[in-house]
């Protein structure tokens, strides 16, 4: 086997195989790196029309550039067969995890897959491709703890394929949304019934339909309801578990889009102290390298990185002139001017952050803020997520704030926030290519010392609605730490 080629690919060993393709670990001599290489049974590769198909959408997926969905790197042809060569991810899939760890995972830990692989297919399905077929054995885990969804491509195939051949599998019923199964046209929302399927597995242990034939299943499916999961385990947090009833409805009209599950997961999440889904998973799981992590789920490093200070120094008399100045200047104005920050870079260099702060009461001049912020995905070309987070080193308590930006896009941008629910986010064209974001935050209630929100920070995702690379990428300046934000602006409310 290790001897035999698919185009410039070496075979290395098998992965897996089922009815439609053989999966193989395999070597690309050019880039030097593992690949995992599908090659399709010889019977389906002859069937012109679904090859055609099956390429458009590969080629489609291959575009959209999401962390959360699989990459394909090329398709070929090898004596009559085709062949699909994807990235490689080690530590397996979801359906060999959860063998590992007895056949199910703690509601965080599900979350945290279930968030990831929403995120892949919420990209999908803006542009335009559904996946068909989501399961276990689809959703494919990194040794960073990072989800991919698997497998866009072969699932059309599939799906064809058991419109026409009779006595064919019918690729994972378990999971199959009712309107898959009554042959009407389908949008993204199958998906989203899918993805309940597999966090009811993760959450119970068991698959939410069951049957001893295939007909009776699809039955059950299209005429009842899945059964409550807090019945099945008391145990279980109700609002998760109302977050995955939702996705199981049977009514198109109840079934939320991905991008609804999505901020429902990612909220759930972040009120219950996790503030980021990979780090989590990965030490959760226990993979190789995996931080340490403190009580509110962050970190130990990165903690230690928001907490560090620089030493005060010793202004210049005409600085103190000035800065007193303006203290005055903004009380006057009904303002209150939280003075200027040094913060650490990791340069070395000293860097001026204004930020000012409400307070609730006028006297309180004395209040500051620490703002820093990093890059979530340093090497996504196709979004900006800033997570930016504000620490009160002052004496007053913070009941709201105003967080500006400002983001150079050719066009219009899509805005999303995580981890802070009393945050309205607003866009506004500036001309020529300049767009101004700004979130009001209010009921913060941020006593001195402590950090907002909750120490992770407030994530932003800045994308195009079609998830084409952003030119203003290469000018976002953030790496995956926590660093100073002088292009970010926080004030009071006006």
Same mark, same amino acid.
């Given at each position: ?7 410039? @690919? ?83 899939? #979801?359906?060999?995890?959860? +063998? ?17 692989? +929403?995120?892949? #297919? ?39 394929? *058991? ?47 069951? +049957? ?19 019945? #099945? ?6 609002? #998760?578990?109302?977050?995955? $009833? ?43 390298? +995996? ?18 200070? $620089? ?120 001309? *020529? ?30 994308? @195009? ?30």
């Amino acid at each position: 086997m290790s001897e035999t080629l698919f185009g410039r @690919y070496r075979l290395l060993g098998m992965l897996g195989e089922g009815g439609m393709a053989q999966v193989h670990l395999a070597e690309d001599p050019s880039l030097h790196r593992c690949v995992a290489l599908k090659v399709i049974r010889p019977n389906l590769s002859m069937r012109s029309d679904w090859i055609r198909r099956f390429h458009q959408e590969a080629t489609t997926v291959a575009r959209l550039g999401n962390p959360h969905v699989i990459q394909v790197y090329d398709l070929g042809n090898q004596d009559g067969q085709e062949f699909l060569v994807m990235e490689f991810l080690d530590r397996g899939s #979801l359906e060999k995890i959860l +063998a590992k760890q007895g056949g199910k995972l703690d509601p965080v830990c599900a979350a945290c897959v279930a968030v990831q692989a +929403a995120e892949g #297919l919420r990209a999908a399905h803006e542009a335009g491709v559904v996946h068909r077929d989501v399961k276990p054995d689809n959703l494919l885990v990194s040794r960073e703890g990072v989800v991919k969804v698997a497998d866009f491509g072969i699932a059309r195939l599939q799906d064809e394929i *058991s419109k026409t051949q009779t006595g064919t599998a019918l690729g994972s019923p378990q999971f199959m949304a009712p309107e898959q199964i009554e042959g009407t046209p389908l949008s993204g929302k199958a998906d989203v019934f899918a993805l309940a399927g597999v966090m009811h597995l993760m959450l119970a242990g068991t698959h939410p339909f069951q +049957a001893e034939q295939a007909h009776a299943l699809m039955w059950r499916i299209v005429s009842q309801d899945a059964p409550d999961l807090r019945t #099945l385990d008391p145990s279980l947090p109700e609002d #998760l578990t109302d977050i995955v $009833k939702l996705m199981h409805a049977r009514d198109l009209e109840i079934r939320p889009v991905m991008g609804e599950v999505v901020h429902s997961l990612r909220m759930w999440l972040a009120l219950h102290g996790v503030l980021d889904p990979i780090l989590h998973l990965r030490t959760a799981l226990g993979f190789p390298n +995996a931080p340490r992590m403190d009580a509110q789920g962050l970190p130990t490093t990165q903690v230690m990185l928001l907490q560090k200070r $620089k030493p005060k120094r010793r202004l210049p008399r005409w600085a103190l002139w000035v800065g007193g100045g303006v203290a005055l200047t903004a009380l006057v104005g009904t303002a209150i001017w939280s003075g200027a920050h040094w913060l650490s870079q990791g340069s070395g260099k000293n860097v001026t952050v204004a930020a000012s702060a409400a307070t609730g009461d006028e006297s309180a001049a004395s209040g500051s803020l620490m703002v820093l912020a990093k890059d979530e995905a340093p090497q996504e070309t196709s979004a900006m997520k800033p997570r930016i987070s504000v620490r009160n080193t002052g004496d007053k308590t913070i009941h709201a704030l105003r967080i500006a930006m400002t983001v150079n896009a050719s066009r219009e941008p899509v805005v999303e926030t995580w981890y802070a629910p009393n945050c309205k986010v607003e866009l506004s064209g500036l001309g *020529s290519g300049a767009w101004r974001l700004v979130a009001r935050c209010r009921d913060l209630e941020l006593k001195p010392g402590e950090e907002w929100p909750g120490g992770g920070g407030l994530s932003i995702g800045i994308h @195009y609605p079609d998830w084409k690379p952003m030119e203003a990428k290469k000018d976002f300046g953030l790496g995956a730490r926590f660093e100073p934000a002088p292009w970010i602006t926080v004030s009071e409310l006006p």
